[in-house]
Structure formats: structure tokens, C-alpha cells
């Protein structure tokens, strides 16, 4: 038995945890000091009504033999696959029902579609990086090639014609950094890609997030579809981080070799796969109805009202930051040079304020600090204020 | 780019489809006839009423924000691994609390645990066979052996000394055959495994169809903590086809050169996986406790019946079958040496029976048929009655 030793060159991410015990520690040490936590990446809202009511519908449908479901198609009920199909057709992107895959999420599809490729593909991704992407390509031995990310260019790394790649990452409005590509920027990305014969892995995760003068899908170029598939999930659009329910879309126009890579993925998930809980698939479908989309908006206009708030503040400091707009996390440049970890501790210790170190991220990370927008407004506010106080000294 | 070739090395499976479209071009030839479906592997009973309920109370915790659920634990939740632990402790076998994985199906992490292991490792499959086996192998490439399960052992291939393998699969209660092994049968299958520095990756989906003499759990086998991975599911136990849960134990004592595969599972999980609903792990734990217990023996008690009625008439009939005791499938030799399709098509049209040819899982299948005991008390009678009048004349 040999075992996959690719995963011993995985570098163990102590980030997250040596968060939590920092903030462990320094609450054991100060139990009367009030922590405000805007490091975390998960939503705080509950379900809207409109999911709540389709979810108990659903459990009751399960409840009664004539309307029991069993085993459902792996790519998702026609239900959901519909809704999503008339999503992207609000957005002027036409879509077939079967170039739309429903998952349990955005990071399962994310690793696992790089099943249907070859492990001798050289793999692009940008420094600073959401971890996942780079650890699923350890995992089965890719070479993997970094673009800088940094303040010069915004967090928008654009192709350099002079590196080749095969699969190239792109996620945005970014997570960690939120900055976000416009159209144009994309195109330049997709004739890249098309020169290089590559594949863009087109991570959407925060698309609901976007406004007026970004791209939502890069499906919006209509030449993406022969070089590109998009992930998305219902995790930030509807607070599905527990319930767990994502999307892929994988063209059919999309072939290498002459071999179409919706009919590879078709495959894996058929095999690999067996489709999402009806009950949670119920969930999602409501999050397009009319009145799901005026509830979801309602959720969404909260968090955008908090990077709003944290954006405002580091505008009034003078303090360079990108995301914040078209984004629910606020990438910023911490002050007078320090660095990432410092800035941590200076915040935690001083004004109780939890953000995550951005060296976490990648080697451009360091300097820079990411803080989140999915808290409650009265916790945002209350620290925005202390970081205001404490900076403006 | 190049793409995973292997994919193209996959036999396309035809079996299930060309049933469905026999079956409709019979039902559109002979609207009325009263066609009776034994053929599927899914279960038809609704979910139990503690299922539901733990459900409803649930989706009722996701609507409010002081008991809302963001991410939870990509490995399940300590509730319901306290659950499938406490089910192990029940009969005998004890298991530490990360040793347990809660998933969303046995066919997602029968595929996804391979990601773990090396591509060049040698693959033992039984003939006939569930065709993920094969399938997630032959996409990554690796080499597959097959032993023969045929009626000279009761279609329970024992280890063949003289052959190699690094990774077995072992599903018992089996699918398709429902031969179950005896826990001493498996302890030959565990010296076989440590001889040869194999790992078994034990399929347990049917163990709740277990009675007295043969195997539940792997680990019934001490020494196979050292051996083996096992994957299990609520799919059958508690009807959960289209709920999706499932889970997979892999024991600390897994250790191949020095390196823990518990480790590295924990690794692929936490990287390419972000858990299981909470919503459904609360009805999966619903299942265990006092009341659930009762209510998921009442329905399986069902299915077991059904088994047990077409058992009988196989007995009346004189014709040989493995399965039907510890197991919802029932495979039978078709009658004068017929071969699988024809007794098919004798069974459509003749008596408006639908099973599966056995031959649409391996070569040992040709000749055999399953039937299964998933549809209701009626429909298994009325079947078993046709049966019995078409083969006696």
C-alpha cells in the first residue's frame, strides 16, 4: 500500500487556530473585556422566512409515503437547476439545465472538479489566496505557479503573457482581499486563457455581493464558455453556511481534446456523487422566488451597510484598504507599517477588536489585515468606533 | 491542458437505463397492465416521525438568529458522532470520536477516500460488483483485479494467497448478491489485508439488515483497526435516499509508513468538504435515540418481511439465491439456465415483473437476477405470487 504522499507537502495552516487561541487566551486573562469578532467568514443572519417555510414543506413531504423522495438525480432537482437557469438569464447569461451541476457547496465542487484534470497541468493562482485552492492541487501534485497580488495593482493581478498555465484560479469579488474584476479586466483573462489553451476556475462565491461596474458571472463574456466553468454557492447569497448548497456550471461549449468537460464532470459526479438533500434543495429554490429575492436582498443590504461602515472608517483614517464595496470583507493596509500579526495583537489587546492577520493568506498578505462585514450592525459599529479611537491617537 | 484521460477508459453502464426504457416501451405498448417494480435499490417508506421532528425543530433553530447555524465542523457534529459512537459501543466495537466522519453518503466517500491513496496501488474487486468500485478506480488510473463470486462459494470469494493486492473492497451484507460474510470468514479477509499490507475498504451500507452469524461491522475484528476503513450510510438504516448522510470510520491504528490515514482523511475533509447540514445531521441523530430505534426497526422489519416472502417463494420454487436473510436483495439463478436479459424480458412481459439482470454487474452475474424487497407488502406478494405461477407451470 502505498499512501497519496502528496499530502505530506501540505503546510499545515495554523491561521484559524492560533486566532482562537490568542483570543482564548487573552478572554481566560481579561474575562470582563467585551471581544467584538470581525474575523470570521461566516454569516450571522438566520434563514429568510421564504427558505424556513420551503424547508418545512420539504420535511413534511418526507414525512408521507406519497410524496416521500428518495434517491434524487445527482445534479440537482429540475426545480433548483430551473431557478438557477433564470438567475443567470436576469443577468443576460443563457444557460442550459444541464450545463448547471447543484452541489453541497462551493468548496466540495472547488476540489473536486480538478478530478476530470490531468495532475501534469500547471496551476495559477494568486498570492494572496483563499488556502483551498492551493491545498487541493498539493493533494494530487500539481506544480502551482503564484501571481502577485498588491497594492500596485488594486488585488487585480492581470495575465503575464510570459508565464504559461493550464488551470488559472480567479476569484472575485476575492475572498481574502474583496476586491473585485470588471468586465474588461475579465476579457483579458479569458484571451488568455484561450491562447494558452487553459481553463479558468471561476470562483463566484461572493457574486451577490457585487454592484454597478463589476462582473457578477464571467459567464457574461459570452467566449467564457469555452474556457471557463463558475462556482457559486448559496453560503453568502442566503446564509447557507450550515445548510450547505452550491452550483456549478460547467458549458458544454468547454472542450479540450475534443472531449467535453461537462460530460467528464457529469461523469465524476454521477459516480462520485449522490445529490443534495432534497429537504435543502427545497431551501435553495425559495431564494429565487420573488418574494426569496426581496428577503435575501434584505439580508444582503445589512452586511453591505456594515463594510460600508468599516470602509468609511479607514477612508476617514487615511488608511489604504481594498474590497468593502462590492464586497463583505474590507482588505486593509495596516498603519505605519506593521505587520499582520502585530496589528492583530494590537488590536485584540487594545481595543478587543478580532480581524485576521492577512500574512495568513500568502507572502503579499503580510502588512495588510482582513476584517468582515458579517457582523451584527452594533457590533460593527461599536468597532469601527474603537479602531478610530485607537488610530487616531 | 490535458485533461484526465482515464475518464475515457470508463465502460459506459447502459443497465439501468436500458431497464427504464424496456419498461416504458412495455408500459406504452400495454397501457394496461399493472407493471411491478422489485428492481430498485432505493427505499420507498417515508422517513420516521423522530426524524421529522428532529427536522422541523431544526429548520425552526435556522430561523432564529440566536440559534442560527454557520459552518459547522467539517466532520460532523459532536451530537451525531456521539450517536454513531454510542451505535458502535452497542454491539461491542469501540471507536474514538474522531475516528468517526459524518459525510453525505457512503457513495461520496466510497469515491473521495481514494484520494488518500496512491494511484499505484493494486485493486481487489469482487465480480459481480457495486460499479462505483470500479468506476472511481478506473478514473485515477489505477490497476483492478477481480476474484469471482459465483454460486461455488455462495458468492463470498475468500483471499487468494498467490495474489496481491493493496486496496480490497468489501461490501457485506453484499450488494448486488446480499451474501454476507461471517465475522470468522472476515477474519480471514483481515490476515489476507496485514499480509499483504493492504487496506479494506469495508462497505457496511446493508449491516442493518444484519441478523445472528454474520458480520455487522468490520471492527467487530479488533486486529482491523489496523486494516481497515469502513464506510457506512443512513440511506438504507433509516431511509435516508434522498436526505443524504452518511459516515465513515477510519481508525488512529491506520497507519501505512509511519503516517496515519485517519490524518490524512481529516486533511482531505477539512480541504474538500465543508460538512454535512445541520439540519439533516439532527434528523441522522434522531435515528439513535430510544423512540428512533423503535421506529427504524418497525420500518426495516417491513423491508425484511418483503425478503423473507420472496425468499420463500424462491425456496418453494427450488431455485438457488444468495441473500434475502441479512440482506433487501435477493439474487436468484435464472430458472433453465436462461441468461439474465432473456429472464428479464420473460418476467416483463410475461408477468409484468421488474428486476435487475445480474449480468449488468460482471461477467459472474450472467445467468442471475436481483430482486429486492424495497417496494411494499403488496407489491412483493403480488410479484411473488406472478412468479410463482409463471415458473411452475
Known sequence: MKLNTNYLNLAESYLFSTIAKKVNAYQAANPDKQVLRLGIGDVTLPLAPVVIEAMHQAVDEMSKKETFKGYGP????????????????????????????????????????????DTDNVVLVPDPV????????????????????NA?????????????????YICSPNNPTGAAYTLDQLKVWVAYAKKNNAVILYDAAYECFTGEGVARSIFQIEEAKTCAIEICSF????????????????PKALMFDGVSCNKLWLR???????????????????????????????NL????????????TMDELGIFYTGGKHSPYIWLQCPNGMKSWDFFDL???????????????????????????????????????????LLSK
Do not use: W
Request: charged fraction near 20%; aromatic fraction near 10%.
Open 152 to 168: 500596485e495593482n488594486g488585488f487585480l493581478p492581470m495575465p503575464d503573457d510570459s508565464v504559461h498555465a493550464d488551470i488559472i
Open 74 to 117: 445527482e445534479q440537482g432537482y429540475a426545480f433548483l437547476k430551473d431557478s438557477v437557469q433564470g438567475y443567470y438569464a436576469r443577468m443576460g447569461v443563457t444557460l442550459e439545465g444541464d450545463e448547471i451541476f447543484i452541489s453541497d457547496g462551493a468548496k466540495s465542487d472547488c476540489g473536486n472538479i480538478l478530478d476530470i484534470f
Open 301 to 312: 443590504a445589512i452586511y453591505q451597510n456594515n463594510a460600508r461602515i468599516i470602509a468609511q
Open 235 to 250: 453560503s453568502k447569497t442566503a446564509g447557507f453556511t450550515g445548510t450547505r448548497c452550491g452550483y456549478t456550471v460547467v
Open 347 to 389: 488590536l485584540l489587546n487594545e481595543i478587543q477588536v478580532v480581524g485576521t492577520p492577512g500574512s495568513g493568506f500568502g507572502k503579499n498578505g503580510e502588512g495588510f489585515f482582513r476584517l468582515t462585514a458579517f457582523g451584527s450592525e452594533q457590533t460593527t459599529k461599536e468597532a469601527c468606533a474603537r479602531i478610530k479611537k
Open 268 to 298: 465524476r459526479q454521477t459516480t462520485k456523487f449522490n445529490g443534495v438533500s432534497y429537504i435543502v434543495q427545497r431551501g435553495a429554490a425559495a431564494v429565487f422566488s420573488e418574494e426569496g429575492e426581496k428577503q435575501i436582498q434584505a
Open 130 to 149: 483563499y488556502p483551498v485552492y492551493v491545498d487541493t492541487n498539493v493533494m494530487s501534485g500539481r506544480k502551482i505557479l503564484y501571481m502577485n497580488a
